[in-house]
């Protein structure tokens, strides 16, 4: 249990070695001392809290702020000390402050507790006491056998020991991992592949030694030992025996796995950055103002210390017939009096911090959060998904977005992949209707593609066909498990036969070969089977010349039906046509770019006929580059080049990735509204072009920049600076950067101003082949930068965890590769396009209500405390309060509290609709435009400007002359103190009033009800005797002064003063110098395509759905939609649009 708890706090972490053994099946040795090795549980953590440690924890980074800390500070001093006011009006605001917060973040990570438990909660299957036992996800331990079936995700970095196939090889989809949705093969070896069933593991005897956890997903060095007959057979393993945690098994009907990296030390978990407590720009403004307003505190506590001791210099000052001192007092230090007092001064202006400023930051973000889903524009029907927020700290942070880095496969793109046209032999084909019909013809043909498709056409539909990865899964998965034939099902061309490939495009490619009539139906062992056209063939595999990043093609060699050998060879135009001799070179070249141009993925396919003596030499030399010990791969990658020459092109395809809907619009929006795109992806070079052509991100116009296969600091170093030279001497308006992995981490090694420099200077960057961390270090990089810019990042899989935890914002798809993004991010959105609306409007609406929130906390804070100092020059600075300790803690708290949070809530500037149609609004709140040093500046001179007002109007008005009551009664300072504290409630509520632009019945409701809740609780107040209270100073005195008219004279003339110049500026400004976001206010309806409804928030694009009660709930509470069902039906049917 102490060890648990150890655990919990953080204090008692696995011991860690170079090397971990692990036992299968967690069968130990039982002689000797053995002591096993403790490893970490299989829960995955992305809370911040635990039970333990919550309450600790979350006070800490409370008192880190400066006005909690700074208030905890007065309170104790007020305990301390005898001061003017009591404790309480510090620690009850303080206390509430604290609370709130508390149970808001509380809140929010008992969501993420929840969605942590739902993925440690999943049932597993694992081989315990010789049979399967069915458990949680968290309960697995280092060492256990897990059984995984089929589409199930993996539970633990698992070391493959058999499957359900013969030769122990199963298929996985890592596209949560690294964003790639190809089939990946992966092995067992031969010992443990015969363990088909549950008593044969548990017979099993296996050790597996292997290093400890690290990052990097395509690095695994281990080895396994298996006793077989009391002999011990050593195999080595490496990443193609590792099944990553998140990873998916496809095609394969069940597979056993022994555990060796569990929960947080799994591969996919080491590569999150560790969860840190964002803090928006907002709230770093907060902690600047607070400081300054320190000062001024401080200045004043001073000040008011030392002219106090100026006046009492005077002997009838010190010690007056009416206050004589005691002894005590006479002989106490000068030092600690002086200290004494000065804190008490502090105390009594302690009020210009506004301690309820954060409680309000905290309501506005936590309720504001909701607007997000119930925006029913960010509702995706389809996949019944709406927004999410996981976190609300950073509302407005949405608003200040500068650049934005996304994932491309399943963020920007909708991972599906569609063949649309083809080059055979110099002539251009597109598939209609399931038949190939070349350029400039119809689909005139009754007998299909057969008439037309002879010779090279037939033979390059088989290379199609035959020259790829692909893996075909059927509905009864027993199809492929010893003794069946493989081809069985796929003979009459079943439409329960699945293709599985190794890329997407592979998969589009063997479809379409099977909608024209050459299918590929199977294959088993060494052996390759396609029906052309009903006819049956049967290839026989030789070997597979596999994919690489530098050759850029792959290749099979195969023995056609006739005996011959040849190779069919497909890739990148760049890596084929080089090594081709014959063939319409020039014409395919041509179509090629041709299809580009379209925002095709494009391939070429050749090939090459061997004669035996040819194939005798080819197959002894790939055997001996492939056994060789010593320098394997440079010796692999001599005999490819020796083989893949002198080809044959047979054509190319054109293969798109489908985008999702507007994201070419979506990114266009995001370009006007001065926003720069990032694609981080970890696809190849090529297709990443390609997709950031079609979906807009690259302009066809634009200057594409190269920084690519980089292999040394020199060499990368010189060609930044021809970079740099070229975005200079061309006259572009526009660069694109194209970078890689290997080149970008050099350049980030010691070249990070220089590459900094070229990026800047390019309106958009693609960033390929990209490692889960690389893309966490770039975002990193342009955080860093000296212009500090707010970032976003934006993926779908869990390799964008990390840059998605990097930004000062992240957001997480909805998409088809898990959870694991949309759990680590702030927000959550199912489609790329809804990015427009959430930044667009969404941010511009928080970033203004939460800026003039700020703004109006410290004004109205120092309209309230700088009466108070000046009142201290007319009282000898003795420290007598002119606010009753009552006031003094409800100002803030009560009666000026409400107009500010609805305020916050629903102020809209512009109509969202205009928002939208015009992103260059963004512009105009970017760079904290509204929380500057003028715009503070402003706001502060102003409340200063107010509170003299309030304090030398009442003085004049009434000072000179008090006996202004009917009865010749005089007032008080109470009374003063109450008519300058009423002058104040009024005009700052009024102020706000002034500063709104979108009423609602609920504005109304809280400002004029905050100013008739003023009066009615000082009437009672004031009215009758409290029993609880010692001292009643203002018994009777709010009757006294409402009973003057000169005291009414005084206030409406007062607030008059105080408001009517803030009316003539306001007007001067909007007529004489407006700025693009009042032009935008001044739209007609017609063109802002006004709705009833707030936000849109009561109507779909299509009609009423589930969502409407809701909705239509909000807009009656706000006052917008007046007939709100008969408003959505009648603008649906109208086919508005909705923001």
Request: hydrophobic share 40%.
């Amino acid at each position: 249990m102490l060890r648990w708890i150890r655990q919990q706090l953080g204090f008692d972490p696995p011991h860690q070695s170079e090397t971990r053994t692990i036992y299968v099946a967690n069968r130990f040795p039982q002689h000797g001392h053995y002591i096993p090795q403790r490893f970490a549980d299989n829960r995955i953590i992305s809370s911040k809290y635990t039970i333990w440690n919550f309450v600790p924890k979350n006070l800490f980074e409370q008192f880190r702020r400066i006005a909690n800390f700074y208030f905890l500070i007065i309170f104790l001093v007020q305990l301390m000390i005898d001061t003017p006011t009591s404790p309480v009006t510090s620690g009850l605001p303080l206390f509430f402050v604290i609370t709130v917060t508390a149970i808001k973040q509380g809140y929010e990570d008992w969501l993420r507790h929840k969605a942590d438990n739902e993925v440690n909660g999943a049932p597993v299957f694992v081989v315990r006491s010789g049979s399967l036992v069915q458990t949680r996800s968290k309960n697995i331990r280092v060492g256990d056998i897990v059984r995984v079936a089929k589409d199930e995700t993996f539970p633990a970095d698992l070391v493959l020991l058999s499957s359900d196939r013969v030769d122990g090889t199963c298929h996985i989809t890592t596209a949560s991992l690294d964003g790639e949705t190809n089939l990946k093969t992966h092995f067992s070896v031969p010992e443990t592949s015969v363990c088909q069933s549950v008593s044969q593991l548990e017979a099993l005897q296996a050790v597996v030694e292997c290093q400890q956890p690290e990052p990097d997903l395509y690095r695994f060095v281990g080895r396994i030992t298996v006793t077989q007959h009391g002999e011990e057979i050593v195999r080595p393993l490496g990443p193609e025996n590792l099944l990553l945690r998140g990873a998916r098994l496809k095609n394969t009907k069940e597979i056993f796995g022994v555990a060796v990296y569990t929960g947080m030390e799994s591969k996919m978990a080491l590569n999150y950055k560790c969860k840190s407590q964002k803090r928006s720009a907002v709230e770093k403004s907060m902690n600047t103002f607070l400081i300054i307003y320190l000062v001024i505190l401080l200045f004043e506590a001073i000040l008011s210390t030392i002219l106090k001791y100026t006046w009492q210099a005077e002997e009838k000052w010190n010690e007056p017939f009416y206050n004589q001192k005691t002894e005590q007092e006479r002989n106490s230090s000068p030092i600690l009096k002086f200290i004494s007092d000065f804190l008490a001064f502090l105390v009594l202006y302690n009020f210009i911090i506004p301690i309820s400023l954060y409680v309000t930051v905290e309501m506005q973000k936590f309720l504001g959060s909701f607007f997000i889903g119930w925006d029913l524009d960010l509702y995706h029907e389809e996949t019944d998904q709406k927004a999410q927020v996981n976190t609300s700290d950073l509302n407005e942070e949405l608003g200040q977005v500068e650049y934005v880095f996304t994932d491309k496969t399943g963020t920007l793109t909708e991972n599906e992949m569609q063949f649309r046209e083809c080059s055979i032999n110099g002539i251009k084909y597109r598939e209609v209707n399931g038949k190939l019909v070349p350029e400039g013809m119809t689909d005139d043909s009754p007998d299909g593609s057969a008439a037309h498709l002879m010779g090279e056409e037939l033979l390059f539909l088989k290379a199609v066909s035959l020259c790829h990865t692909v893996q075909i899964s059927y509905d009864q998965p027993d199809c492929l498990i010893a003794g069946g034939d493989p081809f069985s099902q796929a003979n009459g061309f079943s439409s329960n036969m699945e293709y599985y490939a190794s890329s997407p495009d592979e998969k589009a490619l063997v479809e379409a070969a099977k909608r024209i009539g050459v299918a590929f139906t199977g294959s088993s062992g060494e052996t390759m089977e396609i029906k052309t056209f009903g006819k049956f063939e049967k290839y026989k595999l030789l070997h597979v010349l596999e994919f690489d990043a530098d050759r850029r093609r792959m290749s099979v060699i195969l023995q056609n039906p006739s005996g011959g050998q040849v190779l069919f060879t497909k890739g990148a135009e760049s890596a084929i046509l080089p090594f081709t001799t014959s063939g319409e070179i020039e014409k395919t070249r041509l179509h090629v770019d041709e299809f580009a141009l379209k925002g095709l993925r494009t391939l070429v396919v050749a090939c090459r006929h061997f004669s035996p003596e040819e194939y005798i030499n080819v197959d002894r030399c790939l055997t001996a580059a492939r056994t060789a010990l010593q320098q394997r791969e440079e010796r692999l990658r001599e005999a490819f080049d020796y083989i893949e020459k002198d080809l044959h092109l047979l054509g190319a395809t054109g293969v798109e990735d489908k985008l999702q809907d507007k994201v070419q619009e979506t990114i266009e929006a995001l370009r006007l509204a001065g926003i720069k795109v990032w694609v981080l992806t970890g696809d190849k070079h090529e297709t990443a072009v390609s997709v950031s052509l079609s979906c807009g991100h690259f302009h066809r116009t634009m200057n594409i920049l190269e920084l690519l296969q980089q292999r040394s600091d020199n060499e990368c170093a010189e060609q930044l600076r021809r970079l740099a030279r070229r975005i200079k001497e061309d006259h572009v308006i526009q660069h694109g950067l194209v970078v890689d992995g290997a080149s970008l981490s050099l350049a980030l090694r010691e070249h990070e101003k220089l590459f900094m420099e070229v990026c800047k200077n390019c309106s958009a960057v693609l960033c390929c082949r990209m490692a889960p961390l690389q893309k966490a270090k770039v975002v990193r990089l342009l955080k860093t930068s000296p212009e500090k810019p707010i970032t976003l990042a934006i993926g779908d899989g869990a390799n964008d965890v990390s840059m998605i935890q990097e930004a000062h914002v992240g957001i997480g798809i909805m998409g088809k590769e898990g959870r694991q993004a949309v759990r680590n991010s702030d927000y959550a959105i199912a489609r790329f396009r809804f990015l427009a609306k959430l930044l667009l409007v969404h941010g511009h609406f928080y970033y203004i209500r939460i800026a003039t929130l700020v703004q109006y906390f410290f004004y109205k804070n120092v309209c309230f405390i700088t009466p108070q100092f000046l009142y201290q020059f007319f009282c000898l600075f003795s420290q007598q309060t002119l606010y009753d300790s009552v006031y003094l803690t409800l100002y803030n708290i009560c009666f000026t509290s409400l107009p500010i949070l609805v305020y916050s809530l629903f102020e809209q500037l512009v109509h969202p609709h205009v928002l939208q149609s015009k992103p260059g609004l963004y512009r105009d709140i970017s760079k904290n435009s509204l929380l500057s040093f003028r715009t503070f500046l402003y706001w502060t001179l102003l409340g200063f400007c107010h509170a003299f007002v309030f304090f030398f109007g009442s003085y004049i008005l009434m000072g000179e002359d008090t006996t202004l009551m009917g009865n010749g009664q005089m007032f008080g300072n109470w009374t003063f103190g109450t008519l300058v504290f009423t002058v104040m409630v009024i005009t700052v509520t009024l102020k706000l009033a002034l500063e709104t632009h979108f009423w609602t019945w609920m504005n109304h409701f809280v400002t004029w009800g905050s100013i008739a809740f003023y009066f009615i609780f000082s009437l009672f107040y004031g009215g009758i005797i409290w029993p609880f209270l010692h001292t009643q100073d203002m018994y009777f005195v709010f009757v006294q002064l409402l009973s003057s008219g000169s005291a009414w004279f005084a206030i409406i003339i007062i607030v008059i003063t105080c408001l009517f110049p803030d009316v003539v500026k306001k007007v001067l400004y909007r007529h004489l110098q407006p700025t693009s976001t009042q032009k935008s206010q001044s739209l007609p309806a017609s063109q802002a395509q006004a709705l009833s409804c707030v936000e849109s928030m009561c109507c779909y694009q299509h009609g009423q759905s589930g969502c409407s009660r809701l909705a239509r709930l909000l807009e009656q509470m706000t006052g917008q939609c007046k007939a709100s069902a008969n408003n959505c039906q009648a603008s649906s049917r109208s086919n508005s649009s909705h923001c």
